[in-house]
């Protein structure tokens, strides 16, 4: 049967050519199950009109098969690496864990600011459509973008702390929910990335929502990452999530920059005493288990969470302190990481 689907493939023209979708080399694979043929296709083809013509024509000429029910397509788009890279931005972040929980969002805000005290010209995207927290701990909740004089197709970024800042949440209303599925989750990642003056930068840090899913599919396919980094914390409970991170990093062909532990111990401001509230060590393990880089780990501080709640981060709000020196060290890891994968 397969045969026969490919033979009768060749009779299907490419839309505004002369030669057939076999000759134009899209067919990827041919799968058939029972009276289902599914139908997989690479393409770099831009024109969604002629995506919609081969929809309709190869299912229309399949279907004529003695024995074909029902025909479906695999559509998989190419991109071209010199078209994933975002214009005058030298290198991707892409900050991820396996789950929520781990303060993520915040070690993205402070590494951002970390690497901008560094001279380094920075931009940082939240590209956690569902649960945006970046206005929140930037302090610029309530501030609404606006249009680039210059070109009125995009937006220009909110600058705050020396750094670019774009978040869904500048967007939407602060109690509305963003109720979307996958699809248009993706187009505002896309928007976001290509659609928006971020002018020359050195590094742009996305902080991706927890898991694998749309944003981190989209980020991955239309822009090319510089690297990725994950964030976990110390507990063993924690390393099968960080290993569903790597494997994502992993399998979308992304370099994994390193690992950061966040909440790794608490120092009582009273008396001194170290604790390691939820272990430590864990994230060491896993790096050196997975021959990663180790970037550091930040410990627990309260000073840490009132900044993020009030829109002034540690990094900034207490620069001196151990916190912000953490921050500062897994900034200068990451920055010889990039320049050395160059």
């Known amino acids: 049967m397969k045969e026969k689907v490919l033979e009768e493939l060749k009779k299907v023209f490419y839309p505004g050519k002369t030669h057939s979708v076999v000759q134009e080399g899209i067919i990827d694979d041919v799968v058939i199950e029972g009276s289902k043929v599914i139908v997989k296709i690479k393409t770099k083809e831009k024109n969604q009109a002629v995506i919609d013509m081969l929809k309709r024509s190869i299912p229309l000429t399949l279907k004529k098969l003695d024995g074909v029910e029902d025909v479906e397509l695999q559509i998989e788009k190419i991109v071209d690496e010199q078209e994933k890279k975002v214009a005058d931005i030298k290198y991707v972040i892409a900050t991820t864990s396996g789950k929520g929980g781990v303060g993520k969002s915040t070690v993205s805000v402070n590494v951002a600011l970390a690497l901008a005290k560094f001279g380094y010209k920075v931009g940082l995207l939240d590209a956690d459509i569902y649960g945006p927290n970046i206005p929140t701990m930037m302090g610029i909740e309530g501030v609404p973008v606006t249009l680039d004089p210059n070109n009125k197709d995009k937006i220009l970024p909110i600058v705050k702390y020396g750094i670019k800042v774009l978040s869904i949440g500048n967007l939407v209303p602060k109690d509305a929910a963003i109720i979307w599925r996958g699809p248009l989750v993706s187009q505002a990642v896309d928007q976001f990335l290509k659609d928006v003056s971020w002018g020359q930068l050195d590094f742009l840090v996305v902080d991706l929502p927890p898991g694998t899913g749309d944003a981190q599919l989209t980020l991955a396919q239309k822009t090319k990452v510089s690297g990725g980094i994950i964030v976990i914390t110390p507990q063993n409970v924690a390393m099968s999530d960080a290993m569903k991170a790597h494997d994502f990093f992993k399998r979308l062909n992304i370099p994994v920059l390193g690992v950061i532990e966040n ?28 021959g990663l880089t180790f970037l550091g780990e930040i410990p627990i501080d309260v000073e840490v969470r009132v900044g993020g709640d009030r829109g002034k981060p540690i990094v900034v709000s207490n620069p001196t302190s151990p916190v912000a020196q953490a921050f500062e060290d897994v900034a200068r890891n990451i920055i010889e990481k990039v320049k050395a994968s160059k």
């Open 263 to 290: 909440m790794s111990y608490f120092i009582c401001p009273n008396c001194g005493a170290r604790t390691d509230i939820f272990d430590h060590g864990g994230a060491r393990r896993f790096a050196d288990e997975y």
